[in-house]
């Protein structure tokens, strides 16, 4: 079986401006002049719920709108497989926990069958694996003529050793990596070539629409939310490294002095 493609319909990048500065808008059809035709294709874990997901379903068609003809797909796992890799995401931040050897062979038994997976694929000149999950297909698949990147979106500055020494194992093939912060680069990193691209708010999703006035208050009094008392809020992923637990201790202690303080804890599960 091929890996699952994603469809994300189509993107202009004409629709971004007077959003976007027209010189932003210039260089990056400047850059893509020299592409015309170079076939991306992206790999990751998700369609939905996370935020590697959310900045490909704006990338991709804006990519393809610029002439560069690029296709998403989705590696496959059972859920064993995903909660070794929540532990491999939790690990590269450093979290106390090393992976059994059972762990290790779930995640290597699920990574060759999506790089046989990703054999039955027409052939790329750009292949880009995003974070943990996919990672270990380049090394049991093979380079073939494509370009390899791996672009981790974690901050991996400060990994649990055992973690990385696993993960780091899959890395030296790549010819390119790609962080969010220099400061996440890991100081042994085995790929010659490193790149920073801060990820950005796509103005235009869905999620980032203006909302009316009683639109909002309607959504907000059904979720139980008293609009005439005061309210506090986190808006981010579920997870640990978000520190939920304290903004709940944040919010007990300004409760003293704000009794009917109300507190919105306000995010979503990715599907992996």
């Not at 003809?69 to 995903?82: M, Q, S």
Request: aromatic fraction near 6%.
């Amino acid at each position: 079986p091929m890996l699952e493609p994603v469809e994300v319909g189509q993107r202009a990048l004409d629709n971004y401006t007077g959003i976007v500065p027209r010189s932003i808008l210039d260089d990056l059809r400047g850059l893509a002049a020299r592409l015309q035709g170079l076939r991306v294709l992206q790999v990751n874990a998700t369609p939905y719920g996370g935020g590697v997901s959310e900045l490909l379903r704006a990338a991709v068609p804006l990519l393809n709108d610029l002439g560069l003809h690029t296709d998403w797909r989705l590696i496959r796992g059972d859920n064993r497989f995903f909660n070794v890799t929540k532990a491999i995401h939790n690990g590269l931040q450093g979290a106390p926990r090393d992976l059994t050897t059972e762990e290790r062979e779930i995640f290597l038994t699920n990574a060759q069958a999506n790089a046989a997976a990703l054999d039955n694929e027409t052939s790329y000149d750009v292949i880009v694996v995003h974070d943990p999950q996919p990672v270990a297909m380049l090394p049991l698949r093979g380079k073939n003529t494509a370009k390899w990147i791996w672009r981790c979106h974690i901050d991996t500055a400060h990994p649990n050793r055992e973690v990385w020494e696993f993960l780091r194992h899959f890395l030296p093939g790549y010819d390119a990596a790609v962080f969010t912060m220099a400061e996440s680069v890991p100081p042994d990193l085995p790929i010659p070539l490193v790149e920073i691209i801060p990820p950005a708010i796509d103005p235009l999703s869905p999620k980032n629409l203006p909302l009316g006035q009683r639109t909002a208050r309607q959504i907000l009094g059904w979720l139980g939310i008293n609009l005439s008392r005061p309210l506090v809020t986190q808006v981010s992923r579920f997870d640990p490294w978000k520190d939920p637990m304290g903004v709940i201790a944040a919010y007990r202690l300004a409760r003293r002095q704000f009794p009917n303080l109300q507190l919105a804890l306000v995010g979503s599960m990715a599907m992996d």
